[in-house]
């Protein structure tokens, strides 16, 4: 199984939904030192997840990405896009109470991104209030 790309388009992030699922998708990221993210389907809402530990003790994001991505996540709480009690890092994120796939593997593709050091795709999927 290939790493995904960065960035990763939306399409492409894997959809873990189910124990089998989620270990497949964390392993093969661990296999690769790369960034773990996956949504996951719950009831009728989506689970956005991402984890740095996968990518090994050289992986490093710094403050201001960090801030940034806890930024964007605080925002999307505070729009009542995901549910209260996101955890928003600064190794393991999770967004539960996305409504829609399309929007869940939006997010996590631009967290993807932004793990690796560019915030830019979590500013416009998410944009700070006016």
């Avoid at 392993?27 to 719950?42: D, L, P, T």
């Avoid at 989506?46 to 940034?68: F, I, M, P, Q």
């Avoid at 925002?75 to 869940?104: C, K, Q, S, W």
Wanted: net charge negative.
């Amino acid at each position: 199984m290939q790493q995904l790309p960065l960035p990763c388009p939306a399409h492409l992030i894997p959809d873990a939904t189910g124990t089998n699922a989620f270990h497949d998708a964390y392993r093969r990221a661990m296999a690769h030192n790369a960034v773990f993210v996956a949504i996951e389907c719950e009831g009728q809402q989506w689970t956005v997840k991402a984890d740095t530990l996968t990518a090994g003790s050289g992986h490093t994001v710094s403050d201001a990405v960090n801030d940034a991505i806890r930024g964007a996540i605080l925002r999307l709480v505070d729009n009542h896009e995901v549910d209260f009690g996101a955890y928003t890092g600064p190794i393991y994120f999770m967004m539960h109470g996305v409504r829609h796939e399309e929007r869940a593997r939006e997010l996590a593709a631009a967290l993807h991104v932004a793990l690796y050091g560019d915030p830019e795709p979590l500013a416009r999927a998410v944009p700070p209030a006016p």
